[in-house]
């Protein structure tokens, strides 16, 4: 038979801790993301998928749009990669970028605001 594991440091007890610090601090930075939010007026751009968003169609290009730039509804605002396959953000609405929340080749999840487009 195989000896047995030994325990590794500070236990399970010492894990649970660590998760659930881990899990306070995570909602802190989405509740502080909601409150920074709120304050924009405008219409939200979601992430209709998690994967990693793209400001701009390739690497050292301008990106698509910057804060304070007019946008058409249907016009493509980001990109946003899954499992290799490009899918095109596009903004809902005519207006105007008001603020981008999601930074460049970073993981975004479902749902996640990336930008907030308000009225012209």
Known sequence: PAPPLAPLPGGIKAREERAAKADIKEE?????AAKEISKVPGIE??????????????????PFVEVGEAVEAGEQVGIVEVMKLMNSIKAPVKGVVRQILAENETMVKMGETLMIIGPA
Do not use: E, H
């Open 28 to 32: 802190i930075s989405g509740a502080a």
């Open 45 to 62: 751009v979601k992430s209709p998928l998690a994967g990693i968003f793209y400001r701009a169609p390739a690497p050292g290009a301008r």
